[in-house]
């Protein structure tokens, strides 16, 4: 099955600087890769997604690549906020309806 | 996004008690999941709930332990059967729509077995 690999565990960054979690995967069916967003005590939120057939998406701060062919993939926030404080979950799957496989997540936290 | 209603938020439960979770969407969907995120871990997929049949459980989650329902292509069940502390953690449903692989979630049960 679908291996998620998710690094660093903990990030630790000034407001206004950059953060970039990393993700690898083993599938190479997988080819859709959502970025999840979980506040303490709340429910997991989608904030950007990729399909393979793309190598770079932007959503104002927030942008993911994928590289296919190494089968990595990261997030890339830039101009970092304490909202942007909580732990961020990668994940990978196929098309058609299958579950998603999640990293074990990267605990961000953005000092002021 | 679909609405996701999951009841209950919270329970604390005696060792050796069942619980049965609700999945309620607020409109028809296609797949439904149950996952399990034990105290600051990631989310682990229990079982895939199949409208009309079956739900596909994962290696480590059996039917016994996680009977799942599925009526029909809004609702959905998970009862957590025989508890042991072990079982302490938040489950959450997971909603998507055919041909699109978004995955939204529920808003979680966090379950304490003491």
């Known amino acids: 099955g679908e291996n998620v690999e998710q690094h660093p565990s903990t990030l630790s960054v000034q407001e206004g600087d950059s953060a970039v979690i990393k993700c690898t995967y083993s599938?190479?069916?997988?080819?859709?890769f959502p970025w999840y967003k979980q506040e303490l005590g709340k429910r997991p939120q989608l904030i950007i997604d990729?399909?393979?057939?793309?190598g770079e998406k932007k959503d104002q701060r927030i942008a993911v690549t994928l590289n296919k062919t190494a089968k990595h993939f990261s997030l890339h926030i830039t101009e970092t906020q304490p909202e942007d404080s909580a732990v961020y979950f990668c994940?990978?799957?196929?098309?058609?309806?299958?579950?998603?496989?999640f990293g074990k997540g990267t605990s961000l936290l953005v000092t002021p | 996004s679909a609405v996701i209603s999951q009841k209950p938020s919270r329970d604390i439960c005696q060792r050796g008690t069942s619980l049965t979770i609700q999945c309620q969407v607020d409109?028809?969907?296609?797949?439904m999941f149950w996952y399990r995120q034990q105290p600051g871990q990631s989310l682990t997929l229990i079982a895939t709930?199949?409208?009309?049949?079956?739900?596909?459980?994962e290696s480590g989650f059996v039917i016994d332990k996680f009977p799942i329902s599925r009526p029909n292509l809004t609702f959905s069940t998970l009862t957590v059967s025989n508890m042991s502390p072990e079982d302490s953690s938040i489950y959450l449903c997971?909603?998507?729509?055919?041909?699109?692989?978004?995955?939204?979630f529920g808003s979680g049960t966090q379950l304490s077995v003491l």
């Open positions: 997971s909603v998507g729509g055919q041909g699109d692989e978004k995955l939204f």
């Open positions: 409109s028809q969907v296609t797949m």
């Open positions: 709930a199949n409208q009309g049949s079956e739900a596909t459980y």
């Open positions: 599938d190479s069916a997988s080819n859709y």
């Open positions: 994940a990978a799957s196929r098309a058609g309806g299958y579950a998603l496989n």
């Open positions: 990729i399909r393979s057939n793309v």
